[in-house]
């Protein structure tokens, strides 16, 4: 079937209603700007609050190079005031550790072995979340994260294998995990979270829960709004 923009407007009106009482109720910003057009080098001007072009960042290939610029992470400036600090998500602002890739050739292990070694989602120590701010991280260092199943996601420094868990729903229980715990220890907290949504692959369903809230005749749309609601659910379960 074609395409239809009113059942998918319709959709979208349907996908954030906690967002949307969220901006009624709170500050929208309307002169908010990127500082890229592109990914990687946009997460860095996000997380240490200058230029990416600054640093050589003009490509997402460039950050494999430059990685985040050391102490100019804002996390840092919260860490030493304090604050326990983490990261959850998508990170994807360093390069991958190649020893993990290195030991595995060395081994003679197949391309298989190396993905059950973590090596897609990792990270080098120069460009670790621990190492640039951080006291805690759950997260993967790549493009794009496979909403089930994913063999992407480390915390910490450690691996954690294959994900079962819908990863918003896995990324969002991390983060308040996170939050509950500052809260508990009664400490200030800064804690960053980079929903892998709705970043591609989309092509498989968000679960019931939130996929039961729209049935417009086209798999794409639901799809696509799905998710978009499971991050409006993540967002009212932390508020």
């Not at 798999?219 to 932390?238: K, L, N, T």
Request: proline share 4%; hydrophobic share 35%; charged share 25%.
């Amino acid at each position: 079937e074609p395409y239809n923009q009113q059942a998918a407007l319709e959709a979208s009106r349907r996908a954030m209603p906690f967002m949307e009482t969220l901006a009624e109720k709170g500050v929208v910003f309307t002169r908010a700007f990127s500082a890229s057009s592109l990914c990687a080098p946009a997460r860095q001007g996000v997380l240490t609050g200058t230029s990416p072009t600054r640093w050589g960042a003009y490509r997402n290939i460039d950050i494999n190079v430059c990685g985040l610029p050391k102490g100019r992470s804002l996390a840092t400036r919260f860490q030493d005031l304090g604050y326990a600090t983490g990261f959850i998500g998508k990170w994807h602002v360093g390069s991958k550790n190649g020893e993990l890739k290195k030991k595995n050739e060395e081994a003679g292990g197949t391309e298989a072995d190396l993905r059950k070694t973590g090596y897609w989602g990792s990270v080098i120590e120069r460009d670790h979340p621990l190492n640039n701010g951080f006291d805690y991280a759950c997260f993967y260092n790549l493009w794009e994260c496979p909403f089930y199943d994913s063999e992407l996601i480390w915390e910490d420094r450690t691996y954690t294998g294959i994900s079962r868990e819908y990863n918003t729903d896995l990324f969002t229980r991390k983060a308040m995990e996170f939050m509950e715990q500052s809260l508990d220890e009664g400490k200030p907290f800064f804690m960053d979270l980079a929903l892998h949504a709705v970043h591609i692959p989309l092509d498989v369903d968000a679960p019931e829960q939130y996929a039961q809230r729209f049935d417009t005749g086209f798999q794409a749309v639901d799809q696509f709004y799905s998710h978009i609601y499971a991050v409006d659910q993540s967002v009212r379960r932390i508020v």
